[in-house]
């Protein structure tokens, strides 16, 4: 069928199921616009390009597929690279196209070029600069295979304006042939059986489940393995909410911010199996040692990963979901009471502390809030003190969904992927909690969520500082604070009215409740501001 190559773009997303596109135009990818006005695929107008890539990553992580975000050549394609590396980070998968300039022009500095491509390099799983328009139907079919197989990732594809024109004979392929691209998904039988008899033969089983479990949709087959065994589990804060916190075999986040249940349980057990978990600094600060005491088994679908950060004594490649399901096969019931018992004894409860008059105390008011909001709630949290507030004070049900930027750490991540879950899951309570530092990284997406009628709820924890930054200055630098304080910001409320955005403030006990009504019981986009002591600690 003959038609124009951005036409075909069009017919190749399609193609693909995809429904919503977030991005944000320019005169290089106008012709791709152009064609996408009568597809009946759903454009979402972001306010910066960089949340086009957040927003289609938190609708990625709820919906397990590829999701899309296109912007401009040059600044536009420039400011995608945040959220690029963002999801390489966390291995989520998006297809990015951007527009480039023609390709008599590409390397002759024009307006608005930019080498995307090459900037981009090392945070992309591949990427694409196509200069062939008959090239485009198996180029977004690599891509989204790409981006969705394996270890999940982003893929780029870059389109110069006069390949966007071009008219071709467009043939959607039916299946990918890559040479060179072949993931293993299955485990290997022996190693299967091996990794199983070292868990029948371990006296304290300890399974640490990382953000794998997710990417490779393992939750259920996780859940069993685990129950069969009885064998404990903890989590990286990636793996957050695949168990709930009233599994009896649930103890917790483990890290310098974890707690000590799942970090004794690290130090104690004799078995360790990481499933999809890439052990990184914040959740094992001391690797070698472990690696002299503990039996390490490893579940990862990327072979880098295995024996990275902390040596495995039985590697195991292979897609999560399939290996574990091998294992369930044959898996056996075992006994581990006593274990079970001692990790019980190192629960703590949770206690919080008393709050300056004007301010409530931070964890208090996530646990408080997350008891009244639905079980399958999806709560996104940002970076810096409210994700480790969020982490440990959040009380997650059966069902619900932890998200954060863990990998690479970034700013402003929750409210533009709260709005990509809550376009994902449209029936689920989907909630953004950040600090008023990060949320002026992206609180011109608030109009987004306005515009397009995404009902997401909102909490800023306000302290006035950068509040992370400021406790490792006050902990690691005699006090000497600098460049932390965020004198001039905002008044959220009057902020959020501007947006036409229903709000209110939390200062005491009422308003508390007052708040905690409003985020569980209106329909509609909210925003709760928690006035948070300027020198709360992150475990406060």
Known sequence: ???????????????????????????????????????????????????????????????????????????????????????????????????????????????????????????????????????????????????????????????????QRAEIDFVYPKSVEIRGYKPTVKGNAFQVKRVMSALVKAKKPLICIGGGVFASNAQEEVVKLAHIMNIPVITTMMGISVFSDDDPLFFGMLGMYGVKSANTAVNECDVLFLVGARVGDRAVRTPLSLEKTTKILHI??????????????????????????????????????????????????REFGKAKEGTVVPREFIDKLSRSLPDDTVVVADVGQNQIWTATGYHIGRGGRFMTSGGMGTMGYSLPAAIGAKMAAPDRTVVAICGDGSLQMSMMELATAVQHGVNVKVVVMTNGRLGMVRELQTNGYNGRETAVFLDGSPDFIKLADAYGIKSCRVTDEKSEQEAIELLSGYDGIALVEVMVDENAATLA
Not at 317 to 323: C, E, I, L, P
């Open 1 to 163: 069928m003959k038609m124009k190559a951005c036409e075909a773009m069009v017919e190749c997303l399609k193609a693909e199921g995809v429904k919503t596109v977030y991005g944000y135009p320019g005169a290089a990818i106008c012709p791709f616009y152009d064609a996408l006005m009568d597809s009946g695929i759903r454009h979402v107008l972001v306010r910066h390009e960089a949340n086009a890539g957040h927003e289609a990553s938190g609708m990625a992580r709820i919906t397990g597929k590829p999701a899309v975000c296109v912007v401009t050549s040059g600044p536009g394609a420039v400011n995608l690279i945040t959220a690029i590396a963002t999801a390489y980070a966390d291995s989520i998968p998006i297809v990015c196209i951007t527009g480039q300039v023609n390709t008599e022009q590409i390397g002759s500095d024009v307006f608005q070029e930019a080498d995307i491509t090459g900037a981009a390099e090392p945070f992309v799983k591949h990427s694409y600069l196509v200069k062939d328009p008959n090239d485009i139907p198996r180029v977004f079919k690599e891509a989204f295979y790409i981006a969705g197989s394996g270890r999940p990732g982003p893929v780029l594809i870059d389109m110069p304006m006069d390949v």
């Open 300 to 349: 990862d679908i990327d072979p880098a990963e295995i024996g990275k950060n902390i040596g495995a004594d039985l590697p195991l490649v292979g897609d999560a979901k399939n290996v574990l399901a091998q294992l369930c096969e044959i898996a056996k019931p075992m006994e581990h009471t006593e274990w079970i018992a001692q990790l019980d004894s190192y629960r703590q409860k």
